[in-house]
């Protein structure tokens, strides 16, 4: 499953190519996750060996489009008050269903990439018992809300 | 609250330790299932789960803590009325106090100790918080004087009544068991049809559970201050530096209980809201942060 940095390796590296562009954008996203560089070099290190190895053809870079929306979109989630009441929500809902190694990891490293595996770790172990209830969550929690089966 | 398969999955846990077997076929299982309105299928899966991970009884190491997260469960089942039947809860809860009593450390020498005598009653209902540290000051409090002791074992009509005897007042040896069966309606023994000697399938565990070790340290201080007590005038300063020791635990020795009983519950790959409540609560009577728990679930998960 994919985590934030990753799908925007992935949107950045489209073509085969990155432009300058979308290296900026990359690093502009960085700066907003809050992204500890550590854990960006295990994520650049490993999008690099299972996908860009694989790859053949080369072009423009021209992902750097779509992904200046995706970005602005999931910098506009960072900076959102409910994100943290989100996750939270998110970790206790995943114990109710029952929730299996596999998906704490998963949970636990997709909110790491900006600074809130407490949160939902909180969230998770009944630490702040947030009884708030959301209908739709932001667009940065859909990939964590899709592989916890809330869908 | 305890889901009615995890209560029936703790009911065959604890009654197959008292066994020393896996017994399926034991009249408390079929009384729960019933109780609870479990299909056989709910009572195989739980079967299947607890063949797969209970080994020879040594539960990979984690017994103690298996058996305690299974207590909890059908205590909170009992607490949360979802066995109405007085009579199972009766057989329940003596099965509870019978495995808890058994937890509890052996110790021979006790036998010519008179201070033996100043063991907790066998009457009554042990709290499974107790398993987990920090009731030092209870027990401290709990102190029963020895003419106490006697008379109400003699009331009970105990043929040997010596303080110093071990049959009459170490826990979970087969005269007090006898004694629980006569005055209960329904005998969880009965129920169980019986047990072995040992709690395991291949001869007698030599696991012990660290937080027993834990309580031997706390019993033996314990002995020193009512030495003290019953010995000598009370010095104050000198009661409170014993009292300071009775409450020094080995923060390891918790740490190590509770990461046995984070392995526990995380067993089956799952964990569910009941068993997220238990940590907590667990984390506050142990006095044990968020951060210590983080770490070890990720060293738990890095093993």
């Not at chain 2, 059908?74 to 099965?95: V, Y």
Request: net charge negative.
């Amino acid at each position: 499953m994919k985590t934030i940095f990753w799908t925007a390796l992935d949107l950045a590296w489209s073509d085969g190519s990155m432009s300058k562009k979308g290296a900026l954008i990359i690093e502009k996203l960085h700066d907003a996750m809050g992204l500890k560089s550590s854990l960006r070099e295990e994520i650049e290190d490993s999008f690099a060996r299972m996908v860009l190895e694989e790859r053949t053809e080369r072009g423009e870079g021209t992902g750097d489009v779509e992904l200046k929306s995706w970005v602005d979109g999931i910098i506009s989630d960072l900076e959102s008050e409910e994100l943290e009441s989100q996750i939270m929500c998110l970790g206790s809902k995943a114990v109710k269903k029952g929730l299996s190694k596999e998906k704490w990891i998963f949970g636990i490293n997709f909110t790491e990439e900006f600074n809130q595996s407490n949160t939902f770790a909180e969230g998770v172990w009944m630490e702040n018992d947030s009884n708030i209830e959301f209908e739709e969550y932001l667009s940065i929690l859909q990939p964590l809300e899709n592989e916890l089966n809330f869908k | 609250m305890v889901e009615p398969e995890r209560i029936l999955h703790s009911v065959m846990v604890i009654a197959f330790e008292r066994k020393g077997v896996i017994d399926q076929d034991l009249k408390i299982i079929k009384a729960v299932q019933d109780e609870l309105n479990l299909t056989d299928e709910d009572k195989f899966d739980a079967l299947e789960h607890i063949k797969k991970f209970r080994g020879n009884g040594d539960w990979s190491g984690k017994r103690d803590a298996v058996v305690s997260v299974a207590i909890d469960r059908i205590e909170e089942a009992i607490e949360d009325n979802l066995i109405e039947s007085s009579s199972i809860t009766n057989a329940l809860t003596k099965l509870i106090n019978v495995t808890l009593n058994e937890q509890k450390p052996r110790n021979n020498s006790t036998s010519n100790d008179p201070l033996a005598a100043f063991e907790d009653d066998e009457e009554e209902i042990p709290d499974t918080s107790l398993k987990f540290g920090f009731e030092g000051e209870e027990e401290e409090e709990e102190v029963i004087p020895v003419e106490l002791i006697e008379t109400k074992e003699d009331d009970e009509d105990i043929e040997n009544n010596s303080i110093v005897s071990q049959e009459a007042f170490s826990l979970g040896d087969s005269e007090v068991d006898d004694e629980e069966v006569d005055d209960e309606e329904v005998d969880p023994f009965d129920l169980i049809g019986g047990r072995n000697n040992t709690n395991s399938g291949n001869g007698e565990s030599t696991y012990r559970d660290p937080l027993d070790e834990l309580m031997d340290e706390v019993d033996d201080e314990e002995l020193q201050v009512e030495t003290i007590e019953l010995g000598s005038v009370d010095d104050e300063e000198e009661s409170d530096t014993e009292s300071e020791k009775e409450t020094v635990t080995s923060d390891s020795q918790i740490i190590e209980m509770y990461r046995m009983m984070l392995d526990t519950v995380w067993v089956d790959d799952i964990i569910d809201p009941s068993e997220v409540a238990l940590l907590a609560r667990k984390r506050k009577e142990l006095d044990i942060s968020f951060e210590t728990h983080m770490e070890l679930v990720r060293e738990m998960l890095e093993d």
